[in-house]
């Protein structure tokens, strides 16, 4: 309902610095909610997402690129796995950078935009490299967007049935064996220290008054439960920090495809985690 209680115009108003979007368009995004869109297993173009452990889909990075920058807009990808973000920013006209800690990753990455969007990206837009000296690749004030999907600490340790299944088909379980990667980090609290520093590192980055999106989900590990979400954001707007966020929203991704399992029956209650948070931050002014 709300939709009718904006004029909705094919114009794109002048005062819009964010996007390049109408109104009725710029309202639909409001939702706190969106269902993932896969691109399906037999996707040609999931070719590449599916060599990945814990790929994200470019369509879904798309839908926040539309919302969050104006065409031309510099987009920071801090871990950047197989390309999805730079993919992205390459279909819908936007300047992609990425740094990731893996040359296996990194080597993929750039077949995949050569050979799916005939893009060259060079070493200026792809750095093989580890995210801590993030302030080394980029300048102060240069990026209209970050946005990313970063390890959840170490659960691709975990051997469950995704794990086995991609075993099985010659995939790989887990990003690298490299100490720097911080899928590598046994300790929870030290992983989100590590994390949240290199997210922090994204504020000085970032021009005043833009966003970043980070794309994460809770887990379990063993029995105990990780509100990883919460964790994360309580970490990246402590006021007491000179350098902090503000939270503007917490986008509930919606994975309603996903195989249930039968986890806990007849005992507890122990959850299908069919979601994902997309935690949207604002540098201030
Ligand atoms: C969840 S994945 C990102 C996947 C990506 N969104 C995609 O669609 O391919 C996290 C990535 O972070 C990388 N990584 C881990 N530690 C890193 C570090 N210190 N610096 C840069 N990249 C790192 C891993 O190698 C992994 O590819």
Known sequence: MIETLIMDSPMIDRRNGLNDLTSKEWVQETKSFFYQKGLGAGSPEAKYEK???APFSFTDVAKLLRFFTKKGGKVLDPFL????????CVELEREGFGVELSPKWCKIARKRLS??????????HLICGDSR???DYFNEDFFDFVVTSPPYWNILEKKDHKANKRAQKGHATKYSSDEMDLGNIKDYNKF???????????????????YMCVVVSDFRHKSEFFAF????????????KKKHFQ????????QNAKKLFPYGYPFSYVENIHHQYIVILQKPE
């Open 51 to 53: 060599m990945h452990p």
């Open 81 to 88: 796995g197989v390309g999805s973000t730079i993919k992205a």
């Open 115 to 124: 050979s799916e969007s005939k893009h060259k990206v060079d070493d200026k």
């Open 133 to 135: 000296k993030l302030e």
């Open 192 to 210: 989100l220290d590590e994390l949240s520093k290199i997210l922090l590192g994204c504020y000085s980055l970032l021009k005043p008054r833009k």
């Open 229 to 240: 979400h919460a964790d994360l954001i309580t970490k990246l707007t402590d006021k007491k």
């Open 247 to 254: 939270l503007k929203g917490i986008k509930v991704l919606i």
